[in-house]
């Protein structure tokens, strides 16, 4: 059974900073994708961050130059750097993974995590 587990996150001031981390276990064979979303209070999920097999990463406009989405392929684990965090970034973060595993058909499986909540005061 392949399983996401997300820590990191907490209470912190605006301006301040927060790096989540996503662990990754099971019977992995690769991890093609890895990505954030997050979602507010009344609102829908959307993607904030994500890390294509090439390398190339994508993050959200209300993100980009504030967060960092990295990859340590060695501990089949994911980051999310989150600096100059702000009140509209209060929200419960998940993270997401395209995941080839032994006990599939050789084609990624999308898996989530439970979340973390983070919660910037202003």
């Known amino acids: 059974q392949v399983q996401l587990v997300e820590s990191g996150g907490g209470l912190v001031q605006a301006g301040g900073s927060l790096r989540l981390s996503c662990a990754v276990s099971?019977?992995?064979?690769?991890?093609?994708?890895a990505a954030w979303y997050r979602q507010a209070p009344g609102k829908q999920r959307e993607l904030v961050a994500a890390?294509?097999?090439?390398?190339?990463?994508d993050y959200a406009d209300s993100v980009k130059g504030r967060f960092t989405i990295s990859r340590d392929s060695a501990k089949n684990t994911v980051h999310l750097q989150m600096d100059n965090l702000k009140a509209e970034d209060t929200a419960v973060y998940y993270c997401?993974?395209?995941?080839?595993?032994?006990?599939?058909?050789?084609?990624?499986?999308?898996?989530w995590g439970q979340g973390t909540q983070v919660t910037v005061s202003s």
């Open positions: 099971g019977s992995i064979i690769s991890i093609v994708k």
């Open positions: 997401y993974a395209d995941i080839v595993d032994r006990y599939g058909l050789g084609s990624p499986v999308a898996h």
């Open positions: 890390h294509r097999q090439s390398g190339i990463t």
